[in-house]
């Protein structure tokens, strides 16, 4: 029996073969790295604050913030980085 060919992966409308490439793409690991570690000090912020350690909530919320835009950034130039080579 034969299959009918529905061109999966649909290459014509995504830039990456299959999910989950971005993730085995080792050059996009220090962009999730560091976005993680955001989502932590995120955490980290919302509970000294909770507590009422104002100086280490502040501390943490800068942290966090250049953790956050870092990682974000580094994913986006790789992301396109990708698209381009692809063109």
């Given at each position: 029996m034969n299959q009918p060919?529905?061109?999966?992966?649909?290459?014509?409308?995504?830039?990456?073969?299959?999910?989950?490439?971005?993730?085995e793409d080792a050059r996009n690991w220090p962009g999730l790295v560091l976005a993680a570690v955001g989502l932590v000090l995120l955490a980290l912020t919302l509970t000294a604050a909770g507590y009422g350690f104002e100086g280490w909530a502040i501390v943490a919320g800068v942290a966090c913030a250049v953790c956050l835009l870092a990682g974000i950034g580094l994913v986006v130039v790789q992301h396109r980085r990708v698209k381009a080579r692809q063109r």
């Open positions: 060919d529905h061109g999966f992966p649909d290459e014509s409308r995504t830039i990456r073969p299959h999910a989950g490439e971005s993730i």
